[in-house]
Protein backbone atom coordinates (compact mmCIF):
# COMPACT_ATOMS: atom_id res chain seq x y z
CA UNK A 1 0.00 0.00 0.00
CA UNK A 2 1.33 3.31 -1.10
CA UNK A 3 -0.39 5.89 1.43
CA UNK A 4 2.15 7.71 3.89
CA UNK A 5 2.28 7.73 7.56
CA UNK A 6 0.28 10.13 8.82
CA UNK A 7 1.40 13.56 9.35
CA UNK A 8 1.61 15.33 12.79
CA UNK A 9 -1.30 16.85 13.60
CA UNK A 10 -2.29 19.79 15.96
CA UNK A 11 -4.20 18.68 18.74
CA UNK A 12 -7.89 18.86 18.32
CA UNK A 13 -11.27 17.20 18.93
CA UNK A 14 -13.95 16.67 17.32
CA UNK A 15 -17.34 14.40 17.27
CA UNK A 16 -17.12 11.50 15.04
CA UNK A 17 -20.71 11.49 14.43
CA UNK A 18 -19.91 8.70 11.20
CA UNK A 19 -19.45 5.81 13.79
CA UNK A 20 -22.36 3.74 15.55
CA UNK A 21 -22.03 1.21 18.24
CA UNK A 22 -23.99 -2.21 19.19
CA UNK A 23 -23.77 -4.56 22.26
CA UNK A 24 -23.76 -8.04 21.95
CA UNK A 25 -24.53 -9.91 24.93
CA UNK A 26 -24.59 -13.52 26.29
CA UNK A 27 -22.19 -16.03 27.52
CA UNK A 28 -21.27 -16.69 23.82
CA UNK A 29 -20.63 -13.53 22.27
CA UNK A 30 -17.26 -13.95 22.13
CA UNK A 31 -17.63 -17.41 20.45
CA UNK A 32 -20.21 -16.32 18.49
CA UNK A 33 -17.98 -13.26 16.67
CA UNK A 34 -15.08 -15.50 16.53
CA UNK A 35 -16.91 -17.43 14.11
CA UNK A 36 -17.92 -14.70 11.98
CA UNK A 37 -15.17 -11.78 12.29
CA UNK A 38 -11.93 -11.59 10.49
CA UNK A 39 -10.05 -10.37 13.75
CA UNK A 40 -9.16 -12.93 16.42
CA UNK A 41 -10.90 -11.85 19.55
CA UNK A 42 -8.71 -14.17 21.73
CA UNK A 43 -6.44 -11.23 21.45
CA UNK A 44 -8.86 -8.63 23.18
CA UNK A 45 -9.35 -7.89 26.18
CA UNK A 46 -11.10 -5.36 28.99
CA UNK A 47 -8.48 -3.34 28.24
CA UNK A 48 -7.88 -3.43 24.54
CA UNK A 49 -9.51 -3.60 21.37
CA UNK A 50 -9.24 -5.02 17.88
CA UNK A 51 -10.16 -3.73 14.63
CA UNK A 52 -11.42 -6.14 12.40
CA UNK A 53 -14.44 -6.88 9.46
CA UNK A 54 -17.05 -9.10 8.75
CA UNK A 55 -17.98 -10.23 5.40
CA UNK A 56 -19.92 -12.17 3.20
CA UNK A 57 -19.14 -15.94 2.16
CA UNK A 58 -17.69 -14.66 -0.67
CA UNK A 59 -15.20 -12.71 1.21
CA UNK A 60 -16.15 -9.21 0.33
CA UNK A 61 -16.45 -6.77 3.49
CA UNK A 62 -19.79 -6.11 4.68
CA UNK A 63 -18.44 -3.44 7.25
CA UNK A 64 -15.26 -2.88 9.48
CA UNK A 65 -15.56 -2.64 13.15
CA UNK A 66 -13.86 -2.29 16.23
CA UNK A 67 -14.66 -4.97 18.85
CA UNK A 68 -14.12 -4.71 22.67
CA UNK A 69 -15.12 -7.30 25.03
CA UNK A 70 -15.78 -4.63 27.96
CA UNK A 71 -16.94 -7.88 29.87
CA UNK A 72 -16.76 -11.56 29.89
CA UNK A 73 -20.45 -11.85 28.64
CA UNK A 74 -20.50 -8.41 26.75
CA UNK A 75 -18.98 -7.07 23.51
CA UNK A 76 -19.22 -3.51 22.01
CA UNK A 77 -18.68 -3.06 18.59
CA UNK A 78 -18.30 0.10 16.65
CA UNK A 79 -18.97 0.28 13.06
CA UNK A 80 -19.77 3.14 10.67
CA UNK A 81 -23.32 4.30 11.44
CA UNK A 82 -24.61 4.23 8.19
CA UNK A 83 -23.88 -0.05 8.41
CA UNK A 84 -25.26 -0.38 11.90
CA UNK A 85 -28.79 -0.88 11.43
CA UNK A 86 -28.45 -3.43 8.87
CA UNK A 87 -25.62 -5.10 10.26
CA UNK A 88 -27.30 -5.48 13.16
CA UNK A 89 -30.19 -7.34 11.62
CA UNK A 90 -27.87 -9.41 9.59
CA UNK A 91 -25.66 -10.68 12.35
CA UNK A 92 -28.82 -11.54 14.47
CA UNK A 93 -30.06 -14.04 12.27
CA UNK A 94 -27.31 -16.34 13.57
CA UNK A 95 -26.84 -14.60 17.06
CA UNK A 96 -30.60 -16.05 17.69
CA UNK A 97 -28.78 -19.56 17.60
CA UNK A 98 -26.20 -18.86 19.99
CA UNK A 99 -28.46 -16.76 22.68
CA UNK A 100 -26.45 -13.79 21.83
CA UNK A 101 -28.49 -10.74 22.05
CA UNK A 102 -27.85 -7.84 19.97
CA UNK A 103 -28.80 -4.18 20.86
CA UNK A 104 -28.06 -0.56 20.04
CA UNK A 105 -25.79 0.81 22.33
CA UNK A 106 -26.27 4.54 23.05
CA UNK A 107 -22.25 5.63 22.97
CA UNK A 108 -20.96 8.70 21.90
CA UNK A 109 -17.45 9.10 19.86
CA UNK A 110 -15.19 11.66 19.95
CA UNK A 111 -12.18 11.83 17.88
CA UNK A 112 -8.83 13.25 19.55
CA UNK A 113 -5.98 14.11 17.08
CA UNK A 114 -1.97 15.04 17.43
CA UNK A 115 0.17 14.44 20.52
CA UNK A 116 -2.51 15.27 22.95
CA UNK A 117 -0.74 12.56 26.12
CA UNK A 118 0.22 16.32 28.12
CA UNK A 119 -3.15 17.67 27.94
CA UNK A 120 -5.28 14.72 28.73
CA UNK A 121 -3.36 14.96 32.46
CA UNK A 122 -5.53 17.85 33.66
CA UNK A 123 -9.04 15.85 32.41
CA UNK A 124 -7.66 12.70 34.72
CA UNK A 125 -7.07 10.84 31.23
CA UNK A 126 -3.96 8.49 30.85
CA UNK A 127 -3.29 7.94 27.22
CA UNK A 128 -3.08 4.53 26.70
CA UNK A 129 0.09 2.92 25.91
CA UNK A 130 -0.62 0.66 21.99
CA UNK A 131 -2.07 0.46 19.45
CA UNK A 132 -6.00 -1.28 20.39
CA UNK A 133 -5.16 -0.67 24.14
CA UNK A 134 -8.27 1.24 25.89
CA UNK A 135 -8.15 3.05 29.16
CA UNK A 136 -11.57 3.31 31.24
CA UNK A 137 -12.74 6.15 32.27
CA UNK A 138 -15.64 7.54 33.97
CA UNK A 139 -18.69 6.90 31.77
CA UNK A 140 -16.61 5.37 29.03
CA UNK A 141 -13.47 4.63 28.03
CA UNK A 142 -9.93 5.98 25.57
CA UNK A 143 -8.96 4.10 22.38
CA UNK A 144 -5.62 4.31 21.21
CA UNK A 145 -6.24 3.65 17.06
CA UNK A 146 -2.46 3.65 16.07
CA UNK A 147 1.02 2.89 16.76
CA UNK A 148 1.79 6.57 16.75
CA UNK A 149 -0.26 8.00 19.24
CA UNK A 150 -1.66 10.62 16.55
CA UNK A 151 -5.21 8.99 16.92
CA UNK A 152 -7.47 8.55 19.92
CA UNK A 153 -11.51 7.66 20.28
CA UNK A 154 -13.26 8.44 23.53
CA UNK A 155 -16.15 6.49 23.57
CA UNK A 156 -18.62 8.07 26.65
CA UNK A 157 -22.25 7.34 27.28
CA UNK A 158 -24.88 9.28 25.71
CA UNK A 159 -26.06 10.63 28.64
CA UNK A 160 -22.21 12.35 29.62
CA UNK A 161 -21.33 13.92 25.79
CA UNK A 162 -22.08 17.05 26.81
CA UNK A 163 -20.48 17.18 30.03
CA UNK A 164 -17.43 15.64 27.90
CA UNK A 165 -17.65 18.09 25.19
CA UNK A 166 -17.35 20.59 27.66
CA UNK A 167 -14.32 18.86 29.28
CA UNK A 168 -12.48 18.81 25.80
CA UNK A 169 -13.14 22.38 24.66
CA UNK A 170 -11.52 23.20 27.51
CA UNK A 171 -8.36 21.43 26.50
CA UNK A 172 -8.41 21.29 23.04
CA UNK A 173 -9.74 22.88 20.39
CA UNK A 174 -12.22 21.36 18.11
CA UNK A 175 -11.74 20.27 14.78
CA UNK A 176 -14.43 19.17 12.28
CA UNK A 177 -14.80 15.59 10.48
CA UNK A 178 -12.31 16.91 7.48
CA UNK A 179 -9.45 16.87 9.51
CA UNK A 180 -10.21 13.02 10.79
CA UNK A 181 -10.99 12.06 7.33
CA UNK A 182 -7.28 13.70 6.31
CA UNK A 183 -5.51 11.73 9.30
CA UNK A 184 -7.12 8.72 8.27
CA UNK A 185 -6.43 9.27 4.25
CA UNK A 186 -2.89 10.42 5.07
CA UNK A 187 -2.45 6.86 7.27
CA UNK A 188 -3.90 4.85 5.14
CA UNK A 189 -6.99 3.63 7.07
CA UNK A 190 -10.53 3.12 5.02
CA UNK A 191 -13.54 2.00 7.21
CA UNK A 192 -15.73 0.57 4.78
CA UNK A 193 -19.56 2.55 4.76
CA UNK A 194 -22.57 1.95 3.03
CA UNK A 195 -21.33 3.32 0.11
CA UNK A 196 -18.36 0.87 -0.50
CA UNK A 197 -20.27 -2.14 1.12
CA UNK A 198 -19.54 -5.60 -0.53
CA UNK A 199 -17.03 -4.15 -3.34
CA UNK A 200 -13.45 -5.60 -1.69
CA UNK A 201 -11.77 -8.28 -0.23
CA UNK A 202 -9.81 -7.47 3.31
CA UNK A 203 -6.53 -7.32 1.37
CA UNK A 204 -8.03 -4.95 -1.28
CA UNK A 205 -8.00 -2.24 1.87
CA UNK A 206 -5.31 -3.27 3.22
CA UNK A 207 -6.48 -5.34 6.43
CA UNK A 208 -4.33 -8.33 5.90
CA UNK A 209 -1.37 -6.25 7.09
CA UNK A 210 -2.63 -5.54 10.77
CA UNK A 211 -4.40 -7.59 13.00
CA UNK A 212 -7.97 -6.77 11.04
CA UNK A 213 -7.24 -10.47 9.36
CA UNK A 214 -6.21 -13.04 11.30
CA UNK A 215 -4.70 -16.45 9.05
CA UNK A 216 -4.41 -18.45 12.18
CA UNK A 217 -7.64 -18.18 14.05
CA UNK A 218 -9.50 -20.89 12.18
CA UNK A 219 -12.89 -20.79 10.47
CA UNK A 220 -15.00 -17.51 10.00
CA UNK A 221 -17.17 -16.21 7.39
CA UNK A 222 -15.53 -16.12 4.24
CA UNK A 223 -12.16 -17.17 5.55
CA UNK A 224 -12.16 -20.22 2.83
CA UNK A 225 -11.88 -17.18 -0.43
CA UNK A 226 -9.81 -14.63 2.14
CA UNK A 227 -7.18 -17.59 2.86
CA UNK A 228 -6.82 -18.35 -0.73
CA UNK A 229 -7.00 -15.27 -1.89
CA UNK A 230 -3.91 -14.62 0.49
CA UNK A 231 -1.61 -18.00 -0.18
CA UNK A 232 -2.13 -17.81 -3.48
CA UNK A 233 -1.67 -13.93 -4.34
CA UNK A 234 -4.51 -13.71 -6.31
CA UNK A 235 -5.61 -9.80 -5.77
CA UNK A 236 -4.38 -6.96 -8.26
CA UNK A 237 -6.20 -4.27 -6.77
CA UNK A 238 -4.80 -2.37 -3.96
CA UNK A 239 -5.26 0.75 -1.59
CA UNK A 240 -3.60 3.71 -2.65
CA UNK A 241 -3.36 7.11 -1.79
CA UNK A 242 -3.87 9.71 -4.64
CA UNK A 243 -3.75 13.81 -4.66
CA UNK A 244 -5.33 15.73 -6.61
CA UNK A 245 -7.91 19.82 -6.44
CA UNK A 246 -11.25 19.77 -6.11
CA UNK A 247 -13.58 18.68 -4.13
CA UNK A 248 -13.27 15.39 -2.15
CA UNK A 249 -14.97 13.18 -4.15
CA UNK A 250 -17.29 10.96 -2.06
CA UNK A 251 -16.68 6.82 -1.21
CA UNK A 252 -18.02 5.18 -3.82
CA UNK A 253 -17.19 7.14 -6.57
CA UNK A 254 -15.55 6.05 -9.59
CA UNK A 255 -12.27 6.53 -10.96
CA UNK A 256 -11.90 6.52 -14.53
CA UNK A 257 -8.37 6.58 -16.97
CA UNK A 258 -9.35 7.66 -20.86
CA UNK A 259 -13.33 6.76 -20.26
CA UNK A 260 -12.41 3.19 -18.53
CA UNK A 261 -13.40 2.69 -14.90
CA UNK A 262 -9.82 2.49 -13.41
CA UNK A 263 -10.69 2.04 -9.65
CA UNK A 264 -13.21 3.39 -6.82
CA UNK A 265 -12.52 6.08 -4.28
CA UNK A 266 -12.73 4.37 -0.41
CA UNK A 267 -11.84 7.72 1.19
CA UNK A 268 -11.10 11.45 0.73
CA UNK A 269 -10.45 14.66 2.23
CA UNK A 270 -9.37 17.94 1.40
CA UNK A 271 -5.54 18.80 2.28
CA UNK A 272 -5.84 22.68 1.97
CA UNK A 273 -5.97 25.65 -0.97
CA UNK A 274 -7.92 24.00 -2.95
CA UNK A 275 -5.77 20.66 -2.59
CA UNK A 276 -7.45 17.01 -2.07
CA UNK A 277 -6.21 13.62 -0.77
CA UNK A 278 -8.28 10.44 -1.24
CA UNK A 279 -7.65 6.66 -0.33
CA UNK A 280 -8.64 4.44 -3.96
CA UNK A 281 -8.38 0.81 -4.99
CA UNK A 282 -6.97 0.73 -8.03
CA UNK A 283 -4.70 -1.99 -10.13
CA UNK A 284 -1.02 -2.93 -9.21
CA UNK A 285 -0.49 -1.98 -12.69
CA UNK A 286 -1.83 1.39 -13.36
CA UNK A 287 -0.36 2.12 -9.79
CA UNK A 288 3.39 0.86 -11.06
CA UNK A 289 2.76 3.18 -13.82
CA UNK A 290 3.67 6.14 -11.29
CA UNK A 291 3.07 9.89 -11.04
CA UNK A 292 2.05 10.56 -14.30
CA UNK A 293 -0.59 8.76 -14.82
CA UNK A 294 -3.60 10.93 -14.54
CA UNK A 295 -7.01 9.56 -12.98
CA UNK A 296 -10.56 11.56 -12.89
CA UNK A 297 -12.96 11.26 -10.00
CA UNK A 298 -16.12 13.75 -9.96
CA UNK A 299 -14.21 15.67 -12.67
CA UNK A 300 -11.38 16.10 -11.03
CA UNK A 301 -7.71 15.41 -11.55
CA UNK A 302 -5.72 12.85 -9.46
CA UNK A 303 -2.22 10.80 -9.26
CA UNK A 304 0.18 9.41 -7.61
CA UNK A 305 2.27 11.05 -5.15
CA UNK A 306 6.17 11.83 -7.21
Not at 34 to 47: E, K, P, Y
Not at 238 to 251: D, S, T, V, Y
Not at 255 to 265: I, K, M, P, W
Amino acid sequence: MSASATLTASPCFMTLDCFGFMALAGARSVDFLQGQLTCDLRQASATHAVAGAWCTPKGRVICSLMAWPRQADSVLLRLHADLLQATAEQLAKYAALSRVRITPAPVHCFGLLGPIDTLLQPMGLTAPLAAGDIQPVADGALLRCDATGERHELWVQQEAATEWRDRLRAALPEGNMNDWRLALVRAGVVDVEAATRELFLPQMLGYDQDERVSFRKGCYTGQEIIARTHYKGGVKRHLHRLIGRGEPPPPGSALERDGQSAGTVVGSACSGEGRCDILAVVSDELASAGAHVVLLAGGSEFHLPA
